[in-house]
């Protein structure tokens, strides 16, 4: 029996601990999803917010600019805007063009500048000196150059940045489906875990108003009695002892004096048809426990039919003439404290039993208080020899 539960709670710790290992794996991979959605997010919306083909289309304006600047000079026009100062603003605006998104490198862009800066180098020395012959047309011709790539470039990002923009969205719903599965799987997870817990909780509770040996309810199970509603009811309390007990473990071992128990307690629980509870109090102790009318009279007839059962078993088993004392008290009882005046009753009268000889059945009568005294030993020393005890071993 102590296998058994053993082998159940471990069974069950062990699935215990692996949906608590798996609780513990899917919050830390749920964590990192919402940091890769955080990540995610923020990215999004830098790469939506921030507009590259703005960027790239104002130098395109500044580097034009320059070059009209440039025309007007070679026109004599006194009035227009300096060529060196829109030269300047040119090689002040090449630091803040954008070469990443979110990021993300934009190569092309990063291409872009260098070149521009390359080229605003080399229309620097022809700007100085406008007045040379051919000087402002090759300025010119190599600012055309920049003007198509950063025209180019414009329409370049504009696409670079809408697909980008469209990939980090798709992946992002897929994380998020990814996160609420994962959520999905801890809620059940979680209902998993509290229902595997209260019904280990049962198990605990159960273990612990069960005697192991028997199988039967133990004493915490006496002491947790009561009746239905809460109601007083007529009690009829059997404590059972087997005669001779401690003479059948020193004869033959503490092994046939465990299995005369667990006889004992099967007939109770085939004989003992009109009792509410059956317990084994301990030692060779048992206590059955009718309620109801006719109580008492239901536990003479099944005390009565238990008696003659167990002989009839150990017999069979190949332990011969051992029996049963058994005493009964009767009363109203609404709690346990009332059960434990009662069984202070049977107990004196089951000691009367034993008295008488064993082998029968006792009803205590009168006051419980007034006749509460301390109980007898419930046996008598063995007698040396198995033969004085009266038992033997059927062949």
């Given at each position: 029996m102590i296998r058994r539960w053993l082998n159940v709670l471990r069974g069950v710790d062990r699935f215990l601990g692996l949906l608590l290992l798996a609780t513990c794996a899917l919050a830390v991979l749920a964590v990192v999803t919402s940091?890769?959605?955080?990540?995610?997010?923020?990215r999004l919306v830098e790469m939506t917010s921030y507009d590259l083909t703005y960027s790239y289309t104002r130098t395109q304006i500044e580097v034009l600019l320059l070059q009209g600047a440039i025309r007007d000079a070679l026109l004599k026009e006194r009035d227009a805007t300096s060529p060196k100062l829109r030269l300047a603003i040119v090689q002040s605006r090449v630091s803040t063009i954008p070469d990443k998104i979110g990021g993300i490198e934009f190569p092309e862009a990063l291409a872009a500048r260098d070149r521009l800066e390359a080229t605003l180098a080399s229309v620097a020395?022809?700007?100085n000196s406008l007045a040379t012959p051919n000087h402002g047309a090759e300025a010119l011709r190599l600012l055309d150059e920049t003007v198509r790539e950063f025209t180019q470039l414009s329409a370049l990002a504009n696409v670079r940045q809408a697909k980008l923009a469209e990939k980090d969205m798709d992946i992002l719903v897929v994380t998020m489906a990814w996160l609420s599965a994962n959520l999905l799987l801890l809620c059940l997870i979680g209902v998993a875990l509290l229902t595997l817990i209260f019904r280990q909780k049962r198990r605990l509770?159960?273990?612990?108003v069960t005697d192991a040996l028997t199988g039967l309810p133990n004493r915490a199970a006496i002491q947790n009695w009561k009746p239905d509603r809460g109601r007083p009811v007529e009690v009829a309390l059997a404590l059972i002892d087997i005669d001779r007990?401690?003479?059948?473990?020193?004869?033959f071992g503490h092994a046939v004096g465990d299995e005369l128990l667990r006889i004992l307690a099967s007939v109770l629980r085939l004989h003992a048809r009109g009792a509410s509870l059956s317990a084994r109090l301990g030692g060779d102790e048992f206590v059955v426990l009718f309620t109801g009318e006719g109580a008492e009279t239901a536990a003479r007839a099944d005390c009565g039919a238990i008696a003659e059962a167990f002989r009839d078993r150990a017999r069979k088993e190949g332990i011969a003439r051992v029996s049963l004392s058994i005493g009964i008290a009767a009363r109203r009882a609404a709690s346990a404290a009332d059960l434990a005046a009662l069984m202070i009753e049977a107990d004196q009268a089951m000691y009367a039993a034993k008295q008488d000889g064993g082998d029968g059945q006792s009803v205590a009568r009168g006051d419980p208080v007034r006749n509460a005294v301390q109980p007898a030993p419930i046996e008598s020393e063995p007698e040396p020899a198995?033969?004085?005890?009266?038992?033997?071993v059927a062949g």
């Amino acid at each position: 029996m102590i296998r058994r539960w053993l082998n159940v709670l471990r069974g069950v710790d062990r699935f215990l601990g692996l949906l608590l290992l798996a609780t513990c794996a899917l919050a830390v991979l749920a964590v990192v999803t919402s940091v890769q959605i955080q990540r995610k997010q923020t990215r999004l919306v830098e790469m939506t917010s921030y507009d590259l083909t703005y960027s790239y289309t104002r130098t395109q304006i500044e580097v034009l600019l320059l070059q009209g600047a440039i025309r007007d000079a070679l026109l004599k026009e006194r009035d227009a805007t300096s060529p060196k100062l829109r030269l300047a603003i040119v090689q002040s605006r090449v630091s803040t063009i954008p070469d990443k998104i979110g990021g993300i490198e934009f190569p092309e862009a990063l291409a872009a500048r260098d070149r521009l800066e390359a080229t605003l180098a080399s229309v620097a020395p022809l700007v100085n000196s406008l007045a040379t012959p051919n000087h402002g047309a090759e300025a010119l011709r190599l600012l055309d150059e920049t003007v198509r790539e950063f025209t180019q470039l414009s329409a370049l990002a504009n696409v670079r940045q809408a697909k980008l923009a469209e990939k980090d969205m798709d992946i992002l719903v897929v994380t998020m489906a990814w996160l609420s599965a994962n959520l999905l799987l801890l809620c059940l997870i979680g209902v998993a875990l509290l229902t595997l817990i209260f019904r280990q909780k049962r198990r605990l509770r159960q273990i612990a108003v069960t005697d192991a040996l028997t199988g039967l309810p133990n004493r915490a199970a006496i002491q947790n009695w009561k009746p239905d509603r809460g109601r007083p009811v007529e009690v009829a309390l059997a404590l059972i002892d087997i005669d001779r007990f401690k003479s059948v473990n020193d004869e033959f071992g503490h092994a046939v004096g465990d299995e005369l128990l667990r006889i004992l307690a099967s007939v109770l629980r085939l004989h003992a048809r009109g009792a509410s509870l059956s317990a084994r109090l301990g030692g060779d102790e048992f206590v059955v426990l009718f309620t109801g009318e006719g109580a008492e009279t239901a536990a003479r007839a099944d005390c009565g039919a238990i008696a003659e059962a167990f002989r009839d078993r150990a017999r069979k088993e190949g332990i011969a003439r051992v029996s049963l004392s058994i005493g009964i008290a009767a009363r109203r009882a609404a709690s346990a404290a009332d059960l434990a005046a009662l069984m202070i009753e049977a107990d004196q009268a089951m000691y009367a039993a034993k008295q008488d000889g064993g082998d029968g059945q006792s009803v205590a009568r009168g006051d419980p208080v007034r006749n509460a005294v301390q109980p007898a030993p419930i046996e008598s020393e063995p007698e040396p020899a198995l033969a004085q005890a009266g038992l033997r071993v059927a062949g």
